[in-house]
């Protein structure tokens, strides 16, 4: 007999939690609770990655999800209205279809996914495990994540930073970083 | 009194720890969880809770916007400086073991991997800043009884 995996509960306890945070998102019709419990999804989403050894992932959505985005949706709100204006009804329904068939098509999808933590799984039987037993030979660091990211695969992560910059070009040029000021002249 | 007296003082108390735990987080990532990625934001989520507790016109003062400009630019070019330089050097584009001679440790591949690690620190970190500040800085102030 196996013994029971007493983090399945916990697994469960942060997924009824994404959950609830979800459809209480869906029905609030005031955007600062809305935003502010954007914020608790991510973090219970950090929790859950945690549980799932993918401590670096969950780093990032604490840190972007929870924190970054959060403050930029309220920054954002703060330029327009408070409540969300109400929907028709015959839009709830067009939603409704289009997730339902979205969400049925990732269910069936579910039976072809490898176990989770498989050895086999394609993700970590062909370069992934290359990468775990070569990286103290090649880079001589503990973190392999860190050895896959910015040695490994640094071309990639180098258009990462590029795509980064590109997209704070495009604010900049759009918005401009003193849109407070007033500029003379033509603009 | 000032009605955010406490808000203050424990961001004041803050923002310090986290500035030091976002360099831990990239300095400390060739050992555990982080990286420069991680480290940019949890700096720029510094710099804002400052922006948000004092003012952006403060902020602005610390990080001013002429800073945020150069660094976003300076980070990509420092990834990309890095890799130039191991072309020099004789080695692939990005390939850090020739940065130095002792090849037993890996010694260039822990140079290389700091190196583009604060290159994405600086862009990272440049880029949050530069969307606050053109986000935050159209808002108009938040009135009293919103806090």
């Known amino acids: 007999m196996t013994e029971f995996d007493w983090t399945q509960l916990l697994d469960y306890a942060l997924m009824g939690m994404l959950l609830a945070v979800g459809i209480a998102i869906v029905r609030l019709r005031n955007l600062f609770a809305a935003v502010m419990l954007a914020g608790v999804y991510s973090l219970i989403s950090a929790a859950w990655f945690v549980?799932?050894?993918?401590?670096d992932v969950a780093f990032t959505e604490a840190a972007v999800g929870a924190g970054i985005s959060t403050v930029l949706m309220l920054a954002a709100m703060l330029l327009t209205a408070r409540e969300a204006e109400p929907v028709k009804a015959i839009r709830h329904w067009a939603a409704l279809i289009v997730v339902s068939v979205a969400g049925a098509a990732l269910f069936y999808a579910v039976g072809d996914m490898p176990v989770y933590g498989d050895p086999?799984?394609?993700a970590n039987a062909y370069v992934g495990m290359d990468y775990i037993t070569s990286t103290p030979?090649?880079?001589?660091?503990?973190n392999v994540v860190t050895a896959v990211?910015?040695?490994?695969?640094?071309f990639d992560t180098f258009g990462e930073v590029v795509v980064i910059f590109a997209a704070g070009l495009g604010v900049m040029l759009l918005l401009g970083l003193n849109p407070g000021k007033k500029t003379g002249g033509e603009e | 009194m000032n009605p955010h007296l406490v808000l203050r003082v424990v961001s004041k108390l803050l923002i310090p720890?986290?500035?030091v735990f976002g360099l831990y987080v990239h300095f400390h990532g060739d050992y555990s969880p982080g990286g420069g990625f991680q480290a940019g934001v949890i700096v720029a989520a510094a710099v804002i809770l400052y922006a948000l507790i004092f003012g952006i016109e403060n902020a602005k003062q610390a990080v001013p916007t002429g800073f945020v400009r150069f660094m976003a630019a300076f980070g990509v070019l420092l990834y990309g400086?890095?890799?130039?330089?191991?072309?020099?050097?004789g080695g692939n584009f990005l390939d850090y073991d020739v940065l130095h001679?002792?090849?037993a440790h890996h010694t260039g591949q822990h140079i290389g991997i700091l190196l583009v690690e604060l290159g994405v620190l600086f862009t990272v970190f440049s880029v949050m800043m530069a969307i606050f500040y053109a986000f935050a800085g159209r808002a108009p102030d938040i009135p009293e009884g919103e806090w």
């Open chain 2, 17 to 19: 720890l986290i500035v």
């Open chain 1, 51 to 55: 549980t799932l050894d993918a401590v």
């Open chain 2, 81 to 89: 400086g890095t890799g130039v330089a191991t072309l020099i050097l």
């Open chain 1, 120 to 122: 086999n799984s394609p």
């Open chain 2, 101 to 103: 001679p002792d090849q």
């Open chain 1, 149 to 154: 990211l910015a040695s490994y695969r640094g």
């Open chain 1, 137 to 142: 030979n090649d880079i001589a660091i503990p």
